[in-house]
Nanobody, 115 residues
Framework: QVQLVESGGGLVQPGGSLRLSCAAS????????MGWYRQAPGKQREWVAT???????SYAGFVKGRFTISRENTKDMVYLQMNSLKPEDTAVYYC?????????WGQGTQVTVSS
Protein backbone atom coordinates (compact mmCIF):
# COMPACT_ATOMS: atom_id res chain seq x y z
CA GLN A 1 0.00 0.00 0.00
CA VAL A 2 1.40 3.36 -1.02
CA GLN A 3 1.37 6.11 1.57
CA LEU A 4 1.81 9.77 0.83
CA VAL A 5 2.33 12.17 3.73
CA GLU A 6 2.13 15.92 3.22
CA SER A 7 3.69 18.52 5.49
CA GLY A 8 4.61 22.18 5.46
CA GLY A 9 1.21 23.81 5.56
CA GLY A 10 0.31 26.61 7.92
CA LEU A 11 -0.80 30.20 8.26
CA VAL A 12 0.95 32.80 6.13
CA GLN A 13 0.28 36.43 5.28
CA PRO A 14 -0.63 37.49 1.75
CA GLY A 15 2.51 37.78 -0.34
CA GLY A 16 4.30 35.20 1.78
CA SER A 17 5.76 31.82 0.88
CA LEU A 18 5.43 28.20 1.97
CA ARG A 19 7.03 24.98 0.82
CA LEU A 20 4.91 21.87 0.95
CA SER A 21 6.52 18.46 1.09
CA CYS A 22 5.16 15.05 0.17
CA ALA A 23 6.93 11.96 1.46
CA ALA A 24 6.20 8.68 -0.32
CA SER A 25 6.47 5.24 1.28
CA UNK A 26 7.76 3.79 -1.99
CA UNK A 27 10.26 4.88 -4.57
CA UNK A 28 8.74 7.78 -6.47
CA UNK A 29 10.64 6.62 -9.51
CA UNK A 30 7.86 4.07 -9.97
CA UNK A 31 5.24 6.78 -10.37
CA UNK A 32 4.60 8.05 -13.86
CA UNK A 33 3.24 11.30 -12.52
CA MET A 34 3.04 13.06 -9.20
CA GLY A 35 1.17 16.19 -8.42
CA TRP A 36 -0.57 18.54 -6.07
CA TYR A 37 -4.27 19.29 -5.83
CA ARG A 38 -6.18 21.56 -3.50
CA GLN A 39 -9.68 21.87 -2.09
CA ALA A 40 -11.08 25.05 -0.63
CA PRO A 41 -14.11 25.01 1.69
CA GLY A 42 -17.30 24.49 -0.29
CA LYS A 43 -15.43 23.89 -3.54
CA GLN A 44 -14.39 20.87 -5.55
CA ARG A 45 -10.86 19.57 -5.46
CA GLU A 46 -8.81 21.14 -8.24
CA TRP A 47 -5.52 20.36 -9.91
CA VAL A 48 -2.57 22.61 -9.06
CA ALA A 49 0.59 21.16 -10.58
CA THR A 50 2.09 17.96 -11.97
CA UNK A 51 5.57 16.58 -12.50
CA UNK A 52 6.29 13.48 -14.55
CA UNK A 53 8.95 10.84 -13.95
CA UNK A 54 10.96 12.58 -16.64
CA UNK A 55 10.77 15.90 -14.84
CA UNK A 56 8.26 17.59 -17.11
CA UNK A 57 6.11 20.05 -15.16
CA SER A 58 2.75 21.63 -15.78
CA TYR A 59 0.69 24.10 -13.79
CA ALA A 60 -2.84 25.36 -13.46
CA GLY A 61 -3.21 28.84 -14.83
CA PHE A 62 -3.98 30.39 -11.48
CA VAL A 63 -0.60 29.39 -10.00
CA LYS A 64 1.69 29.68 -12.99
CA GLY A 65 4.67 31.86 -12.18
CA ARG A 66 4.04 31.65 -8.43
CA PHE A 67 4.30 27.94 -7.60
CA THR A 68 7.04 25.47 -8.48
CA ILE A 69 6.76 21.70 -8.27
CA SER A 70 9.87 19.57 -7.94
CA ARG A 71 10.86 16.05 -7.02
CA GLU A 72 13.86 14.53 -5.25
CA ASN A 73 13.99 10.90 -6.29
CA THR A 74 16.80 9.96 -3.90
CA LYS A 75 14.61 10.97 -0.96
CA ASP A 76 11.25 9.92 -2.44
CA MET A 77 9.98 13.45 -1.95
CA VAL A 78 7.91 15.86 -3.99
CA TYR A 79 7.72 19.54 -3.17
CA LEU A 80 5.53 22.51 -3.95
CA GLN A 81 7.19 25.88 -3.47
CA MET A 82 4.47 28.51 -3.19
CA ASN A 83 5.36 32.19 -3.50
CA SER A 84 3.29 35.36 -3.64
CA LEU A 85 0.47 33.62 -1.83
CA LYS A 86 -3.02 35.08 -2.05
CA PRO A 87 -6.04 34.62 0.24
CA GLU A 88 -7.69 32.63 -2.54
CA ASP A 89 -4.89 30.06 -2.25
CA THR A 90 -6.35 29.02 1.11
CA ALA A 91 -7.20 25.34 0.89
CA VAL A 92 -6.23 21.85 1.93
CA TYR A 93 -3.41 20.74 -0.36
CA TYR A 94 -3.16 17.09 -1.36
CA CYS A 95 -0.30 15.13 -2.82
CA UNK A 96 -1.19 12.72 -5.62
CA UNK A 97 0.69 9.91 -7.35
CA UNK A 98 -0.23 7.83 -10.36
CA UNK A 99 1.11 4.46 -11.44
CA UNK A 100 -0.59 2.37 -14.07
CA UNK A 101 -4.32 2.48 -13.36
CA UNK A 102 -3.82 3.31 -9.69
CA UNK A 103 -3.99 6.72 -8.07
CA UNK A 104 -2.88 7.50 -4.54
CA TRP A 105 -3.65 10.43 -2.26
CA GLY A 106 -2.22 11.86 0.90
CA GLN A 107 -4.29 13.10 3.81
CA GLY A 108 -3.73 16.75 2.99
CA THR A 109 -2.14 19.74 4.66
CA GLN A 110 -3.95 23.00 5.42
CA VAL A 111 -2.69 26.24 3.91
CA THR A 112 -4.28 29.44 5.16
CA VAL A 113 -3.38 32.80 3.65
CA SER A 114 -4.64 35.63 5.81
CA SER A 115 -3.54 38.85 7.40
Amino acid sequence: QVQLVESGGGLVQPGGSLRLSCAASQSIGSFIVMGWYRQAPGKQREWVATITSGGFTSYAGFVKGRFTISRENTKDMVYLQMNSLKPEDTAVYYCNAGRGTSTYWGQGTQVTVSS
